[in-house]
């Protein structure tokens, strides 16, 4: 065989490889099931005033998320939006909380009480390709699950009959625990959720 034949060759199999690994990671277009604003006012129905509230987390607690939850922050900082009543009472926080999967982001905000438990949550953005395994948890309101639990509760999915909306279900209820621990850590363990 000769040196261009073997470099066409070599050529031709680099393309494979590369085109091979870019159809294996493949990102559909967004859908965006619920606005931001539209999932605030949702999550903070009783609030008559709305503040944001930047956090930014110090090394110890990011070490104190990524122990309870396994997850390692990787935000510099972290916004919630928090929702007051008439005497200026904290009804809830709202933050969004995104996992990059395969198939592409999967975006939940979640709404926490002043005691840290878990209020509401919403998925607010999955990708075309996911929306077919996350509908079914949509329609059922799967996020309901969790309300009351704090970032110390479970938050094992219960079991599904696919195995895709299983690691959906899973993901979604992961998200709902890290928006919790997160909330606790850099708000209410600071003293700063009343």
Same mark, same amino acid.
């Given at each position: 065989?000769?040196?261009?034949?073997?470099?066409?060759?070599?050529?031709?199999?680099?393309?494979?490889?590369?085109?091979?690994?870019?159809?294996?990671?493949?990102?559909?277009?967004?859908?965006?099931?619920?606005?931001?604003?539209?999932?605030?006012?949702?999550?903070?129905?009783?609030?008559?005033?709305?503040? *944001?509230?930047?956090?930014?987390?110090? &090394?110890?607690? @990011?070490?104190?998320?990524? /122990?309870?939850?396994?997850?390692?922050?990787?935000?510099?900082?972290?916004?919630?939006?928090?929702?007051?009543?008439?005497?200026?009472?904290?009804?809830?926080?709202?933050?969004?909380?995104?996992?990059?999967?395969?198939?592409?982001?999967? @975006?939940?905000? *979640?709404?926490?009480?002043?005691?840290?438990?878990?209020? %509401?949550?919403?998925?607010?953005?999955?990708?075309?390709?996911?929306?077919?395994?996350?509908?079914?948890?949509?329609?059922?309101?799967?996020?309901?699950?969790?309300?009351?639990?704090?970032?110390? %509760?479970?938050?094992?999915?219960?079991?599904? &009959?696919?195995?895709?909306? /299983?690691?959906?279900?899973? *993901?979604?209820?992961?998200?709902? /625990?890290?928006?919790? *621990?997160?909330?606790?850590?850099?708000?209410?363990?600071?003293?700063?959720?009343?």
């Amino acid at each position: 065989m000769n040196r261009s034949a073997v470099r066409g060759l070599v050529g031709l199999v680099g393309a494979v490889v590369l085109l091979g690994g870019v159809a294996a990671a493949h990102i559909t277009p967004p859908v965006v099931l619920v606005s931001d604003r539209d999932a605030i006012v949702g999550l903070l129905a009783g609030a008559r005033r709305f503040f *944001v509230r930047e956090v930014r987390l110090a &090394p110890a607690e @990011r070490q104190a998320i990524r /122990q309870q939850t396994g997850w390692s922050p990787d935000d510099d900082f972290y916004r919630f939006y928090v929702g007051r009543d008439e005497q200026n009472r904290v009804v809830a926080a709202t933050v969004f909380v995104t996992d990059f999967t395969i198939h592409g982001p999967v @975006r939940v905000a *979640v709404a926490l009480g002043p005691d840290g438990k878990v209020k %509401g949550a919403t998925v607010v953005e999955v990708t075309e390709e996911t929306y077919i395994w996350v509908k079914p948890l949509l329609d059922e309101n799967f996020t309901r699950t969790y309300v009351g639990r704090d970032g110390r %509760g479970s938050f094992k999915a219960p079991a599904r &009959p696919d195995s895709m909306g /299983q690691f959906y279900a899973q *993901v979604i209820a992961s998200l709902i /625990q890290r928006a919790a *621990v997160l909330f606790e850590v850099s708000v209410v363990k600071r003293g700063d959720a009343a």
